[in-house]
């Protein structure tokens, strides 16, 4: 077909799908007619009330027919031709729904609209009777505020009601009647209520009778089930009683609430009212509902003609039970035809006797009665113990357990019998004695209760579950009596079962969210007078109670009919009950209160239904794929001309109907039925008909198999192995989690073709990877419980002398061979257990064939087309690949049966495959001895070598193999590297090493990507590469390196040896994570080692090398302390941090220094907490040597020679009072020897001292008092400098610039290569840049971006300039901002050193030139450091020439204005280390340095500050007038808030507030350069300040600008300005001292002492 047909064959069959035919119900002979004046649009739904239908088209417009009296103009007249909905037009609807005699519709936005008859509220609108026009209706949740609108996904009709299903799955409903299940007492209900019984629950389907409401409803989750209560609520009665007798014990769960309430009968003409309730004192009630008692009612009727049709309800006192029975027609109208049918029921004749009972009962005139009924919870099977016990001891022991009746004779096993078997099927027990008269009517009277009680075991909100068992192992729910059970039979009962695995369905996660559930309940609630609730009674409910008997039924559609109510299982079977009285329930019995199994066709399955008034149509699964429809219900036939009524004995096939095409749904109405068709066009929807068939019918398969073969084995003791009894396990959990996804993907086809039919909607190409998924996941299952050779221990024949074993597979290997579908004779029932688990796989090639045959109703182009092509390619492939597994089982579990036995149980393991193995002697080991056996067996994991009893696996993962040169000699050899193991096998050919070869590397490359080998979804096949990586990922345990023995590796791999990102861990708890390098520790890394003594772990994370630690690292140890620096070989070697213990601890201490071989050796500071004091100096094997400084929190200072931890030799010691001792030591703060001892006041004393300071001091010598001494020759010397007996600030920290210098590859400092040097930068950048790859918390976007600017080299050519000055400036900025970059390090470094000494105790006065000494000495050295890198970089004090354009044009500091000329004839651009580097460094190093010039500065600070707020208190023109201001420089007129004011004598903090405003900036600063600068612009304010007074060029003298500026250092108010110019005194460039910036400084030193001692004078 050319692709012109092909389009127009589409378009054709696009109008031949959704066709409408109707034809009249009760008529089996009729052929439908197409449905007159309809235009021919795509039908997807229809809908039919009494005498009416609507019809839902594809473009969502809404259409009626019939009899429409609600219609303007149409109120006496049928129409027969549909007419449009215009009201609806452009709203798209999406589903419609038919009452009796209204309707209504959803759209696609979720909004409902009704119309029709609205006489008891159904349309949802108030004092109304009819509704012509479609009108849309509000619902809005109340409990969500503001209110929101509630969007509608179903709707379903009855009489007088009308129930909404939500988006949100809740129930909304109006109308009248007990059919609402709403808590109210007021009707009608023409606003929307939420049925709250039902709320929080996931509700799937509503459907609607007369009077009656249905719920499909997915079950609570297993955490989610309420627990059941084991009394009554009402009157705490027990629901399960347990009474000893002498040979037997009665369990009974019959209880009966004393508290019940009738329902007056207060019914209108017209309807029955549910609304009034009467308690038995005859008090009005609420119409609210307890969950435990049911306040229902029953109307009065006649009693039954026989006791099928009758529900009893009987008491506790044995009275006569009263019969309740629905009005109609009579099934059985004489006496004759009763006795007929009890003949057929028990297969034997009636006797006299038993006729005469039951002709008494059939002449028993009716009684009315009122009943009460208190219908209580259920208990669980799980709340009872003794009423599991019951349920197991029937399962064990079957009908050697028998439970009889105090009133009759009948066994347990009958009992059973009867739930395992159809109605039809009661009293045919082969070998039964005929019962007796008193028997029989027992037994009926049984049957009858049993019923009743199945409605006092519905729940409201409880998961309702049964037992997995049908019949036998159901839980017993009616009184019983459990005789002569042995005490060995109860022990068998009371041992755990082995069987662990759930074969019901269960909540599967992905699998419920894509698909219907199965896990559903079906809720009833409503009038029950004909049973069509199916709670086993006549009563009806108010509130929606769930249905017990179809729990786990799998319930998948619900069909509610005029009186009774039909429902649709997964496993295409269905549950009929309620009025019977036209055979429309599909079955023999009367009129039924529980659901009951229909008997619509033997050989077919039954996939969608429908339910009319009294009638049922049923969709049955024909031969040839195309829909049967059958027909049940009431039948016209005309007797002597004269119309009559009569039912049908069973379903009927509509013959005419299977004529009309693919039937998709069928509708019932009144009197009419109506069918939607499809053409089978091109074959297409023959096609999906196929597959859905096809799918449901496998479905069946699989339940059958679950329940008579996989139930049966789980339920066996002594299978064997613990292995073989967890694979068991696991197959069936597998299969019944694919059986479930069936049973699912039947369902959604069923839903499916009802709809648009769609082939992209299909869930096997919407959801394929599930359904691959769980294919594979249960070939895997199988294969390995085949490789553990499962199916040969099942079929031992030691294990068939088990009785259930014998059962199911001995004695039914035919039934099994059905199963498997194998046709041949003489089968060994292994192989016959093989192909039955392996069944599944074959369905996957039917999917495949059914969406090829799909893709050809499509072009070739087309998206679909491509779509259903993969799809089927996707299926096909797999089936290909699970086919080849399973041989590659099979080849394995013959490898297995001849290997020796010993190393069959060290070697075998489920998911282990076989590939090849040299017992043909085609492979052997080199230098192999002469009588050595060497065998090589390959498996999908290991390539094990065998001798003789011996054997080692080799992990394929960790396996290497290379094909040997011919060069070397061995032609046809294969080099084997593991990670301690290298050997060479020789092959006996070279086709042999090439197989080897080959398979070998498959072997390892599939091992390496895991065990998933499935094709890729979508590929043509699975692409194996030619070899695997030499690098890759692996787990491995060491057992023969010595250091490595027992430890496991998980990380990356190189030719055998760890190398990359890893994890080592040891046997004994140590571990490492980190870099390797050829098998050893290298990178950055972090290391474990348990304590065992301190349960706790020493801790190391830094960097590695050759296996040791070396480099920056952190260590912690399990006492407590902490280490931070570097390592060498294992031991702390360089610059460290060492914490030892807490501030909560005894001794809590800290050093930073120098280390050598794990000591302490070279400068280091050490701080001792606990006595508050802080040695700063040298260090010799963990003993303070040589020259140092203590100070203390006491405020001692001491300065001078060490010799082992001790004072000893001269020294300095200090107080806080200014007392000075210089001389010698013996020990710690121990005077010995020559010394002056100077006193605060001036006076000193000379001589010897001996004694410790603080506790007295012996003291031989002179004491001197300097003002007797009038010659200057006699006085005695001044006291040394500080400084001269601490360590050189050169000295200190060279460990850390060495660590730096090596780190740019440099030996000593300043030698080396300098591009060496930049390459090791590089390296490091790129190397820390990696190591936080993983955790980019650490590197912010900006820190990132500078690191990539830093990997880029500096480039300088030709002359150095100021603009190369100014980029090398930017470079350092930069390197030292992030501490991955070497100067960075340093520099953060020597901050940390700094603010270690310089903080806390180090907080000392004495030792402010000591930090600024050491500040310089930092200068120097980095300075050292940034010449090696940038040689062009001019010396200290080097200048670097100006061009003409870098002039820069300043404000003239005399006149203010611009002038281009230089102050001095300036050579250039001085360069100095301080200048370059200080604004990097000092804003790091300022706190612990500002504080220190802040203590040595204290006094006088005190002395300004007081100064500076007296002069304060004074107004501007005061001020400046005490200062000695000339008038003229006064601001006459000042700008505040852009306004100008004039100054007045009592204006304050005005006069030249630019300039103050400019100076409090100094505080704001960090180096001198940036602080000069702010003094410069300070002046440069007050210039231009006195010029704008002025208006006229002017020249400074000092005597005028002076006290100018004296008064804005006033006002600045700067607390610590003295400090400020200290700080700058000491720091600032000597260039700068002569020039400008100089002079200035000097007017603000000279300012701040006039200040102190001329002001406060």
Request: charged share 20%; aromatic share 8%; proline share 5%.
């Amino acid at each position: 077909m050319d692709q012109q047909e092909r389009s127009s064959a589409e378009a054709e069959g696009a109008k031949e799908r959704g066709l409408v035919h109707i034809w009249q119900a009760g008529s089996c002979s009729l052929t439908p007619e197409r449905l007159p004046g309809w235009t021919g649009k795509t039908v997807l739904q229809a809908a039919l009330g009494i005498n009416h239908g609507l019809l839902l088209t594809e473009g969502g417009e809404v259409y009626s027919f019939g009899k429409l009296p609600w219609r303007v103009g149409l109120e006496e007249t049928c129409t027969k031709s549909p007419i449009l909905e215009n009201a609806l037009v452009g709203q798209h609807v999406t589903t419609v729904a038919a009452g009796s005699y209204h309707n209504g519709a959803v759209t696609e936005s979720g909004v409902v609209y009704m119309w029709g008859n609205n006489s008891a509220g159904q349309c949802a609108v108030a004092n109304q009777p009819y509704l012509r026009e479609p009108n849309p209706i509000s619902i809005s949740d109340s409990e969500t505020s503001p209110l929101l609108s509630v969007r509608i996904l179903q709707l379903a009709c009855g009489e007088e009601h009308t129930l909404a299903l939500s988006l949100s799955r809740e129930i909304w409903a109006w109308g009248s009647g007990c059919q609402l299940g709403l808590i109210t007492t007021t009707f009608p209900v023409t606003k929307p209520q939420k049925v709250e019984h039902l709320a929080g629950r996931v509700v799937l389907q509503v459907a609607c009778g007369a009077y009656h409401s249905l719920a499909l409803v997915q079950c609570l989750p297993a955490q989610d089930m309420k627990p059941i209560p084991e009394r009554c609520n009402h009157c705490s009665q027990l629901l399960i009683t347990m009474t000893d007798k002498e040979d037997h014990v009665i369990i009974s769960d019959s209880h009966c609430c004393p508290l019940g309430v009738a329902l007056a009968d207060s019914q209108s003409a017209n309807h029955v009212s549910c609304s009034s309730l009467e308690t038995l004192e005859g008090k009005s009630a609420t119409g609210s509902q307890s969950e435990d008692c049911q306040k229902t009612f029953v109307e009065d009727e006649p009693a039954a003609s026989e006791p099928e049709v009758t529900s009893v309800l009987s008491n506790n006192d044995g009275q006569e039970d009263s019969g309740i029975s629905s009005p109609g027609n009579a099934l059985f109208p004489d006496k004759k035809a009763v006795k007929e049918y009890l003949e057929n029921l028990s297969d034997h004749p009636l006797n006299d006797s038993q006729e005469k009972s039951i002709s008494t009962e059939l002449e028993q005139p009716f009684q009315e009665e009122e009943l009460t009924a208190c219908l209580p919870g259920p208990p669980g099977v799980s709340t009872s113990a003794l009423n599991s016990l019951v349920v197991s001891c029937a399962s064990a022991v079957g009908v050697r357990v028998a439970a009889t009746y105090e009133a009759g004779a009948l066994s347990l096993k009958k009992v059973m019998n009867f739930y395992g078997t159809t109605p039809g099927e009661l009293g045919s027990q082969s070998g039964s004695p005929s019962p007796g008269p008193e028997g029989l009517k027992d037994t009926r009277e049984e049957q009858v209760k049993l019923e009743s009680m199945q409605g006092k075991k519905s729940s409201s909100l409880v998961d309702i579950r049964e037992e997995e068992s049908e019949g036998v192992s159901r839980r017993l729910s009616l009184p019983g009596l459990l005789s002569q059970v042995s005490p060995r039979l109860l022990r068998k009962v009371g041992r755990a079962k082995m069987r662990t695995v759930a074969l019901t369905p269960t909540y599967s996660g992905e699998a419920d969210a894509l698909l219907p559930s199965l896990r559903t309940e079906v809720w009833s609630w409503g009038k029950g007078k004909e049973g069509q609730l199916g709670h086993g009674d006549v009563l009806p409910r108010l509130q929606p109670l769930c249905v017990k008997s179809l729990d786990s039924k799998e319930v998948i559609q619900l069909s509610a009919g005029g009186h009774h109510s039909l429902a649709l299982t997964a496993k295409s079977q269905v549950y009929s009950w309620g009025s019977n009285t036209f055979g429309q329930l599909g079955h023999l019995n009367s009129p039924t209160t529980v659901p009951r199994l229909a008997k619509v066709c033997d050989d077919s399955g039954v996939w969608s239904t429908a339910a009319g008034p009294d009638y049922s149509l049923f969709l049955v699964d024909g031969e040839d794929f195309q829909p049967g429809l059958y027909y049940s219900g009431r039948e016209e036939t005309r007797e002597n001309n004269s119309p009559g009524n009569n039912c049908t004995k069973s379903p009927t096939l509509l013959l005419a109907c299977s004529k009309l095409g693919y039937i998709s749904s069928v509708t019932a109405g009144g009197d009419d039925c109506l069918a939607l068709v499809d053409r089978n066009i091109m074959g297409y929807i023959a096609s999906l008909h196929e597959l859905a068939t096809t799918e449901r019918r496998f479905y069946c398969k699989l339940s059958e198999i679950k329940s008579q073969v996989l139930r049966p084995l789980l339920g066996l003791d002594n299978l064997g192995t613990a292995t073989t009894v967890q694979q068991l396990q696991d197959m069936a959990s597998r299969f019944s989690k694919l059986c479930y996804l069936i049973g699912q993907h039947g369902a959604s086809l069923n839903s499916f073709l009802h709809g648009i039919k769609e082939a992209k909607s299909l869930a096997i190409l919407k959801h394929s990877s599930l359904f691959l998924d769980s294919y594979t996941e249960y070939c895997i299952s199988v294969t390995n419980f085949l490789v553990m050779g499962g199916f040969m221990l099942l079929a031992k024949p030691a294990m068939r002398t088990l009785s259930l074993i014998s059962d199911f597979l001995g004695k039914n290997q035919e039934l099994l061979q059905d199963l498997a579908e194998m046709q041949e004779e003489n089968i060994q029932l292994v192989e016959v257990l093989n192909t039955l688990f392996f069944l599944p796989v074959r369905r996957l090639h039917n999917y495949a064939r059914v969406l090829l045959k799909l893709a050809t109703c499509f072009e070739v182009t087309s998206p679909e087309y491509q779509k259903l092509q993969d799809s089927s390619s996707c299926y096909e492939t797999l089936a290909v690949h699970l086919n080849r597994k399973r041989k590659e089982a099979e080849y394995t579990l013959s490898f297995w049966k001849t290997f020796p036995g010993k190393m069959t149980d060290s070697l075998r393991r489920p998911e282990r495959r076989l590939i090849c193995e040299s017992s043909n002697r085609g492979l052997s080991l080199q230098h192999a001895g002469r009588f050595s056996v060497n065998w090589f067996i390959l498996f999908n994991d290991a390539l094990v070598h065998a001798q003789f009893s011996t054997h080692h696996i080799f992990p394929l993962s960790t396996l290497w193999v290379e094909a040997l040169s011919e060069e070397a000699g061995n032609v046809n050899g294969l080099k084997v590297t593991t990670p301690e193991e290298h050997f060479i096998l020789l092959s006996s050919t070279p086709q042999e090493k090439t197989k080897w070869l080959r398979s070998i590397s498959q072997a390892v490359d599939q091992a390496l990507r895991g065990t998933s080998d499935l094709p890729p979804y979508g590929s043509g096949g699975n692409i194996q590469r030619q070899e695997p990586p030499i690098s890759r990922s692996a787990k491995y345990t060491f057992y023969k390196d010595p250091r490595l023995k027992d430890a496991t590796y998980d990380g990356r791999w190189l030719s055998g040896k760890p190398h990359g990102r890893g994890i080592l861990r040891w046997a004994d708890g140590r571990m490492y994570s980190g870099m390797f390098r050829n098998g050893l520790e290298d990178g950055y890394g972090e290391y474990k080692i348990p304590n065992k003594a301190l349960t706790k772990d020493d801790h190391y994370v830094g960097y590695w090398k050759e296996g040791k630690m070396c480099g920056q690292g952190v260590y912690s140890y399990a006492t407590g302390e902490v280490y931070e620096g570097c390592f060498q070989d294992n031991v702390r070697h360089g610059h460290g941090l060492l914490r030892s213990g807490k501030l909560t601890s005894s001794s809590p201490s800290m050093f930073i220094g120098q280390w050598v071989m794990d000591k302490k050796t070279g400068y280091g500071v050490f701080d001792d907490i606990t006595r508050g004091e802080k040695y700063m100096g040298t260090w010799q094997e963990d003993l303070c040597q040589g020259n140092g400084v203590v100070v203390t929190q006491f405020g001692l200072y001491y300065e001078g020679a060490f010799s082992n931890n001790k004072m000893m030799g001269t020294g300095i010691l200090l107080s806080e009072d200014d007392t000075v001792y210089e001389g010698e030591f013996s020990d710690n703060w121990t005077l010995s020897g020559k010394g002056t001892l100077t006193l605060p006041n001036g006076d000193y004393i000379e001589g010897l001292f001996t004694g410790e300071w603080g506790s007295g001091i012996k003291i031989t010598g002179t004491y001197f008092k300097p003002s007797l001494f009038d010659n200057e020759k006699d006085r005695p010397k001044a006291l040394r400098k500080l400084g001269n007996l601490a360590v050189p600030a050169d000295e200190k920290w060279k460990a850390v610039f060495e660590e730096c210098w090596h780190q740019l590859g440099c030996e000593n400092p300043g030698q080396g290569d300098r591009w060496k040097a930049w390459d090791s930068i590089a390296v490091a950048l790129t190397t820390n840049r990696r190591q936080h790859k993983d955790s980019p918390e650490l590197l912010s976007r900006s820190h990132t971006q500078t690191l990539e600017s830093l990997e880029f080299i500096p480039q300088h050519v030709g002359a150095f300039t100021l603009e190369k000055y100014e980029n090398i400036k930017k470079y350092l900025i930069k390197a030292c901002d992030t501490p991955l970059h070497p100067l960075g390090r340093l520099v953060e470094t020597l901050v940390a050193v700094y603010r270690m000494t310089y903080v806390g105790v180090g907080a000392n006065r004495r030792l402010l030139q000591e930090a600024v000494r050491e500040i310089k000495s930092y200068l120097k050295r980095i300075f050292q450091l940034i010449r090696f890198l940038f040689p062009d970089l001019p010396e200290e004090g080097s200048t670097i020439p100006l061009l003409v354009t870098e002039t820069k044009r300043r404000k003239s500091f005399c006149s203010g204005k611009m002038d281009s000329r230089s102050e001095s004839p300036e050579p250039g651009y001085v360069v100095t280390s301080s200048e370059l580097l200080l604004p990097v460094l000092l804003p790091r190093l300022y706190p612990p340095l500002f504080m220190l010039y802040a203590l040595d500065n204290e006094r006088e600070e005190d002395i300004y500050w007081e100064c500076v707020l007296r002069l304060n208190k004074q107004s501007d023109t005061a001020l400046l007038s005490f200062l000695g201001v000339q008038i003229k420089f006064w601001p006459v007129t000042v700008s505040i808030l852009g306004e100008s004011k004039k100054v007045i004598p009592n204006t304050k903090d005005v006069c030249f507030a630019s300039a103050v405003e400019c100076l409090q900036q100094i505080s704001t600063t960090f180096t001198p350069s940036d602080k000069l600068k702010v003094i410069q612009q300070t002046f440069e304010e007050i210039s231009q300040r006195v010029l704008d007074t002025l208006q006229e060029d002017f020249l400074w003298s000092m005597d005028d600008l002076f006290p100018v500026f004296l008064y804005v250092v006033l006002r600045a108010r700067i607390r610590n300005l003295g400090s400020e110019v200290h700080l700058i005194e000491d720091l600032m460039d000597p260039y700068l001292q002569h020039g400008e910036q100089g002079i200035m400084f000097t007017t603000l030193k000279f300012g701040v002492c006039f200040v102190k001692h001329c002001c406060c004078e």
